[in-house]
DNA sequence: ACATGATAGGAAAACGGTTGCCTTTTGTGC
DNA sequence: GCACAAAAGGCAACCGTTTTCCTATCATGT
């Protein structure tokens, strides 16, 4: 039989509202009541139902967790696992708990996001994705419901965001290339229609002519951020001759494909092409060569994204955007012999 | 403003019960009355909020998911995540969502499962656990709530479990290595505490022993699942000469820092000593060599966590176990050069 | 001792559903 | 057309909290 705040009043010889008081510091209770309640409760183990608070209250502090976008992984993506476990821990700390919403439970093809935020009554919702995305998402980011995004722009009224600072990712790795004399560079981007895709890959056109560095069409190809199309790519550009004397995948995965496909050609890396990703998954250690990186700073993107998520459902600040830095991660895939002269540290 | 069932029985004409037992299937309502029902709510989008239906049914639809035992890692272990992916996808498909509980949230020291499942009236729960596990995981278990355990045993009046059939996984790398004429292995097992480990120890030694092989002391060694550990268990296995022919790690990340300390040493896999990992994690297929390992069948698992935890909250059924086999999966780091004979497909 | 304001705590409505029971309506067989 | 059973749907209590408003008590200054 479980405890419910009358048992708990009677035991402690007060009224319910009393109670309910104590343990939410509100009103006006004297220690001395104060004290006697939460003996009871302690002694009792007692703990409000979650359902009841929160029909009375409408809060739940409950976070939604969406993946959202075609991300054909889901609660196992490992660059994005890393920022939700990050997260958690730390909404968690701010006293939430979280909801991750499974798929296919209500409308089959439509995903109603903000019906189910409004169903549970969550406090905010975590939005990740690596691409601009379904329509569902985007009436919830127009909604009043707190939201953050990672990896993806959200402009709604009371949505923040914060990603990588994308422009950085290609201007790292170019500039990184450019100060060791390489000057012909492929680019594998995600789908033509992802922003954060887009974001890079203008970025690295940039700064490609910004330094009087070569690309061309042929080289800028397109995959879906996974190992297969990375492979892809690589053969599209196997294909054309010449060469260029560096690649950068705008995933690890995909870069893993490129080097997978270079070592069926037989194509040495880093001796006859360099390879760079961007991630750092864990596999970029394990590989072979070792995979080059750029490194989004997860410990920091999933504490920011906690953050900012509370202080958005407290109604403390405005809506805003946060640009993490990136940084470049060398590894054997992108060594560089210069007799000495500009090596790596 | 909300819409709620009364504004719907307003709407449809007809009371709120009866629009409930429209939403329910229950009671007896005419078709007639259904249709109009249906219409109203189809056209405003209504949906009942999820705290005052769970506050007065009891029940939630949500499933708890919880991280138990010293895994490091949680939202973020390359096993245990494709698992609940899968489990995430078959559960929601049964009308469940799910919900993470965040540490730190009650009591700092320890976590209290048993209360958040009754404070949230959950309907279930699924636990991960690479291991035996602390005390709140057994409170758990011992109650009436329905648990599934992944890779854990559990026992509780109303827990069933699913893990991979840990003989089988040291019989089938012992067996494999037999049939390839090797003789002399190594093991890296988990904690000396973990049921997992040392079921998979006990198996291994049996069968070593039934094969007329050989393994002896200091070639058994323990990590934590981790690559530094199975880097350091590798290194005390070095200490000690002779070498063993091959070395069974019981999860791939140590098998990586096996062959990690390998490299170091200057020791060529799989030439002069082979390594078998276990969990096909995706850094498998990329590190060099690529690791062999024992898959377990995560979709498997995945699945039938999913439709035993259903089952059990239905109490159609009475608590199970099921053991899934596991596959062995050959990879370059257990290549073997017989001249022809009893070469790997 | 008294008015006054502050403080403590109680009563009850509200939150949005569900459900058992009871009444009304409908259909059936004669 | 009538008695009766079955079907349909309304009523109201209930789930376990919170919160507003109100009253009773207490301390204070005069």
């Known amino acids: 039989m479980k405890l419910t705040i009358k048992d708990i009043a009677k035991?402690?010889?007060?009224?319910?509202?009393?109670?309910?008081?104590?343990?939410?510091?509100?009103?006006?209770?004297?220690?001395?009541?104060?004290?006697?309640?939460?003996?009871?409760?302690?002694?009792?183990?007692?703990?409000?139902?979650?359902?009841?608070?929160?029909?009375?209250?409408?809060?739940?502090?409950?976070?939604?967790?969406?993946?959202?976008?075609?991300?054909?992984?889901?609660?196992?993506?490992?660059?994005?696992?890393?920022?939700?476990?990050?997260?958690?821990?730390?909404?968690?700390?701010?006293?939430?708990d979280i909801l991750v919403f499974s798929n296919n439970k209500f409308s089959k093809d439509k995903q109603d996001y903000l019906a189910r935020c409004r169903h549970f009554q969550l406090d905010g919702c975590l939005i990740i994705a690596g691409d601009q995305i379904e329509e569902a998402t985007t009436e919830l980011d127009q909604s009043n419901v707190p939201c953050v995004g990672v990896d993806i722009i959200l402009n709604g009224p009371n949505s923040s965001y914060v990603t990588t600072d994308n422009n950085k990712v290609s201007e790292a790795v170019v500039t990184?290339?450019?100060?060791?004399?390489?000057?012909?560079?492929?680019?594998?981007?995600?789908?033509?229609?992802?922003?954060?895709?887009?974001?890079?890959?203008?970025?690295?056109?940039?700064?490609?002519?910004?330094?009087?560095?070569?690309?061309k069409d042929d080289w800028l190809q397109h995959g879906d951020y996974f190992e297969e199309s990375g492979y892809q790519a690589m053969n599209r550009i196997l294909e054309k001759s010449p060469l260029p004397q560096a690649v950068f995948a705008i995933s690890d995965m995909m870069a893993l494909g490129a080097l997978r496909a270079l070592k069926e050609k037989g194509i040495s890396v880093p001796e006859e092409i360099k390879i760079i990703g961007c991630d750092d998954i864990e596999a970029c250690r394990y590989s072979n060569p070792s995979l080059a990186t750029v490194k989004q700073d997860k410990e920091k993107i999933g504490q920011l994204a906690a953050h900012m998520l509370h202080d958005l459902i407290n109604g403390d600040v405005q809506p805003t955007s946060v640009l993490v830095d990136p940084e470049l991660v060398i590894r054997e895939s992108c060594f560089i012999d210069m007799g000495g002269t500009l090596t790596n540290r």
């Open 176 to 215: 990184h290339l450019y100060l060791n004399r390489i000057k012909e560079v492929a680019f594998i981007g995600g789908p033509e229609d992802s922003v954060i895709s887009n974001l890079r890959k203008e970025s690295f056109i940039k700064n490609i002519n910004l330094f009087g560095m070569l690309t």
């Open 11 to 96: 035991m402690a010889g007060v009224s319910p509202g009393t109670v309910s008081k104590v343990i939410n510091h509100t009103g006006n209770i004297s220690q001395k009541t104060i004290k006697r309640v939460r003996k009871v409760i302690e002694e009792t183990g007692y703990q409000p139902t979650f359902s009841a608070k929160s029909l009375a209250t409408k809060k739940s502090n409950l976070i939604g967790l969406i993946y959202a976008g075609n991300i054909n992984a889901e609660l196992n993506h490992p660059f994005f696992n890393d920022v939700v476990n990050v997260f958690k821990n730390a909404i968690g700390n701010l006293g939430y």
